[in-house]
């Protein structure tokens, strides 16, 4: 083998390294069956898990914007909660709570595989009675509204929940021009993140915008 493979292999185990994440293997039974066709594209111990979205491309722009050490760190429309166990295990949040109106058993599980407590709750933002407050309350040093403000119907509601944090970090559907207008008639500067894409295999796709909005 001559040097050039030597550096090429190299750099190929480097990169393959950097874009995994490892558990302890004997919590590999408990991963969720995530199939191709899911939302996360993830390499967990080598097992890669395809999807339509590189959570790594997502997770190297949220981990190098913020220092999330110590910090209670509320996240909205989690999901399979990725973001939230991230957060909690690799950048010291206090605390993490992650909410969504799916079924929160996989993202349960998945926080479990990595031996991270996240609290969980389920809860609909278009719930007529949904009483903010008193179900997730205002004591967050930080909240996650990464791509589901499209989805939320009642969005004067929503948003004007949210406007009684100092810092989200966001990502929309709309072009970053109108994210930052419409945070901006709220009172809130910005700081563009990164954009990630849609669409692992075909960087072409529509990219959005991961934007820090604070006040
Ligand atoms: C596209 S996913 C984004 C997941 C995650 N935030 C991320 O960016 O990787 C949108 C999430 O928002 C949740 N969601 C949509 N509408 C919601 C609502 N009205 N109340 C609570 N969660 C909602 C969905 O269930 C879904 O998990």
Not at 108 to 130: C, H, P, S, Y
Not at 152 to 172: M, P, Q, T
Request: charged share 20%; net charge neutral; with cysteine.
């Amino acid at each position: 083998m001559n040097i050039r493979n030597i550096l090429f292999l190299a750099c190929f185990v480097f990169f393959q390294s950097s874009c995994n994440f490892f558990i302890n293997p004997e919590n590999v039974p408990l991963l969720p069956l995530m199939k191709e066709g899911n939302y996360y594209d993830i390499t967990i111990n080598g097992i890669h898990f395809g999807g339509s979205r590189s959570w790594i491309e997502r997770w190297d722009i949220i981990k190098k914007s913020y220092d999330y050490r110590g910090l209670k760190v509320l996240d909205l429309g989690c999901f399979l909660g990725f973001n939230s166990i991230c957060i909690k295990k690799y950048r010291g949040a206090q605390s993490v709570t992650g909410v969504d109106y799916q079924s929160l058993d996989q993202a349960k599980i998945l926080a479990q595989a990595f031996e991270t407590d996240v609290n969980f709750i389920f809860a609909n933002f278009d719930d007529d009675n949904i009483d903010y407050e008193a179900l997730l309350g205002f004591d967050y040093d930080i909240v996650f509204c990464m791509s589901l403000f499209h989805w939320v119907h009642n969005k004067d509601r929503f948003l004007a929940y949210l406007s009684k944090f100092n810092k989200i970090i966001f990502e929309g559907h709309q072009p970053a021009e109108v994210e930052i207008e419409r945070f901006k008639k709220l009172g809130y500067q910005s700081k563009i993140l990164g954009t990630s894409y849609t669409g692992v295999h075909q960087m072409t796709e529509k990219g959005r915008t991961i934007i820090l909005f604070y006040k």
